[in-house]
């Protein structure tokens, strides 16, 4: 449905994408990963017609939409539905007007069925009773919902998500992955989604691509990615480990030679998780990453190891422990 063929785009004198081809395939939930700063969002932006190529073509069906404009690009436009990088909600607007939004100026609605399809959108991303908060009343998953929430209501056949769960903490960012999945289930809609959090995208996507120096480096089925003998492309997947299936451990952990547990390699600063979550609410999740922050802080402040050390930290969080004995629990070691 979205296919890229050879796409060059340069921006502020500095090459960005340096001949992009790319076919995103109908219904199914592919991510693009790569380094910060690589061209993920920029390649998002041209699949949305936000940005043009300086070269190549831009398909969406079987219209070429790099040259489009104005109407003729608004009505392909109508079959796309965009989370940007931090959610871009209207600050001055309500949660509800902002999902109201695209169905008052792109659909032209009026009266009850507007507030209908809102009220059914905010309780599919579990913000029910939430419409009459203002964006800076929510916490950072929240507004990630809300913006999903605006991103869904229009009932789109494409959506494009750029880092839908940057700045969360792992249970909130695992809530969005899961509401994600369970939409894209649920509507069929073709999905693409720019991410960071690797391992779990292998988990949850059923194409990834790979963004490097310009090029898609890789793109392949999930369990196909993760066997890749690239070493640049291993190395990159390989920092939170290779799988991430339930109950498994993320990471990569072996045995030193005096018996004792390492985990990670590289002199990254690696986090493994565990991958028996409970499911919580959003209320729980927002005070496990405020009692995240107090403790990293508190740990930041009383650590006394020497440079050059590995310092393993270990914690369980207090939300975890009220949803049950199988909480999350997150080891950490930074080499310094
Ligand atoms: N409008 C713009 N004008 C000039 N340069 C830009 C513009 N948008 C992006 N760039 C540059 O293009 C490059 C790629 O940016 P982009 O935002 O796509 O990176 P990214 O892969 O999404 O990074 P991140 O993972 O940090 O979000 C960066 O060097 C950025 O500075
Ligand atoms: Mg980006």
Do not use: C, Y
């Not at 796409?7 to 001949?19: A, N, R, S």
Request: hydrophobic share 40%; proline share 5%.
């Amino acid at each position: 449905m979205i296919k890229l063929v050879g796409v060059e785009k340069t921006l502020g004198g500095q090459p960005v994408l340096q001949g992009i081809d790319l076919s995103i395939p109908v219904g199914k939930l592919t991510t693009i990963i790569g380094r910060s700063g690589e061209g993920k969002s920029v390649l998002l932006k041209h699949m949305i017609g936000l940005m043009q190529p300086d070269r190549g073509e831009v398909w969406v069906g079987d219209v070429e939409i790099s040259r489009l404009s104005g109407t003729p690009l608004n009505d392909v436009r109508k079959q796309f539905a965009m989370l940007f990088q931090g959610a871009a909600l209207f600050d001055s607007l309500s949660v509800f007007e902002n999902v109201a939004f695209p169905l008052r100026e792109k659909l032209r609605m009026k009266g009850p069925e507007v507030g209908r399809r809102v009220e059914e959108k905010l309780e599919e991303v579990g913000l029910a009773g939430m419409g009459h908060k203002f964006p800076a009343e929510l916490s950072g998953g929240m507004r990630k919902r809300a913006g999903l929430a605006r991103a869904l209501v229009m009932e789109p056949e494409i959506i494009l998500f750029d880092e839908p769960t940057t700045g969360l903490d792992p249970l909130m960012a695992k809530s969005i992955h899961d509401l994600i999945v369970t939409m894209h289930r649920r509507f069929g809609f073709t999905a693409v989604m720019v991410s960071h959090e690797i391992p779990e995208i292998f988990a949850i996507s059923d194409w990834v691509a790979m963004l490097r120096k310009g090029k898609i480096a890789l793109m392949a089925t999930a369990a196909e990615f993760q066997r890749t003998t690239d070493p640049e492309i291993h190395e990159f997947i390989s920092v939170g480990g290779t799988v991430a299936l339930p109950g498994s451990l993320v990471g990569v952990r072996r045995s030193t030679k005096d018996g004792k547990s390492q985990v990670g390699d590289g002199g990254r600063r690696v986090r493994v998780r565990r991958h028996v979550v409970p499911r919580v609410s959003v209320d729980q999740a927002r005070e496990t990453r405020v009692d995240r922050r107090r403790a990293s802080t508190k740990s930041r402040r009383s650590s006394t190891a020497p440079r050059g050390s590995n310092r393993v930290r270990r914690s369980k969080s207090p939300a975890s422990k009220s949803a049950g004995s199988e909480g999350l629990r997150s080891l950490r070691i930074v080499r310094r």
